[in-house]
């Protein structure tokens, strides 16, 4: 059996791991179909590198969503990729699509997925974002409530961060971001490792 990973990229400067953390993922799971969701501020850190370093996965920005829907009955996206993941793994996630996810808006691709998915698969999500941001009391209540929803968070990591201070708020070692999907591929029984 093969597994459907779905692969939100948000707005984080973290997005530049995505290619290792997608060919960390394929090393785990060979037979993994991966495909990748781009928020439109994702594009600036993915696009040029997933042209260049990743023909392995399919790849969707926001202009996808309706381009094969004319009439009732034909594809809508981001209803397809909802039923067809095991696993939404939303790595990394800034803190305006965590805004975004904690008050229901629904206003690009990534973010219609979270709206249609159904809660009895995971739904993963790996923050990053500057200390101060995290640090905003509005993450604390939309980390709550996305946990009670039912997200599984990967909390971030202390370290040197883009914009030249050392704080909380980076992505957490993709090596343990991968452990973590394992934990939850076995945790809901998806595939037999």
């Known amino acids: 059996m093969s597994l459907n990973i779905l692969l939100g990229c948000t707005g984080s400067v973290a997005t530049i791991k995505v290619p290792e953390l997608v060919d960390c993922l394929k090393k785990k799971w060979n037979n993994a179909n991966i495909r990748l969701v781009l928020t439109k501020n994702s594009e ?12 392995k996965v399919e790849w969707y ?3 996808d969503e309706w381009k094969d829907w004319k009439h009732i009955g034909d594809p809508i996206l981001h209803i397809n990729l909802s039923k067809w993941a095991d ?40 923050p990053a974002m500057n ?30 961060l883009a914009c030249g201070d050392t704080g909380i ?6 090596s343990l971001i991968v452990e973590f999907v394992y934990q939850h591929i076995q945790k809901f029984n998806i595939i037999n490792h």
């Open 169 to 174: 708020g980076a992505m957490e070692e993709v």
């Open 87 to 126: 696993i939404f793994l939303i790595c990394p996630l800034d803190a305006n699509t965590m805004a975004k996810l904690a008050t229901g808006l629904c206003d690009n691709l990534l973010t219609c997925i979270c709206r249609a998915w159904d809660f009895k698969k995971p739904i993963i999500v790996a």
């Open 61 to 63: 920005k926001d202009v």
């Open 44 to 55: 600036f850190f993915l696009t040029k590198v997933l042209k260049e370093t990743t023909s």
């Open 131 to 160: 200390t101060l941001m995290w640090q905003n009391p509005l993450s604390s209540q939309h980390v709550a409530l996305l946990t009670q929803l039912g997200y599984f968070f990967i909390y971030p990591i202390t370290k040197l």
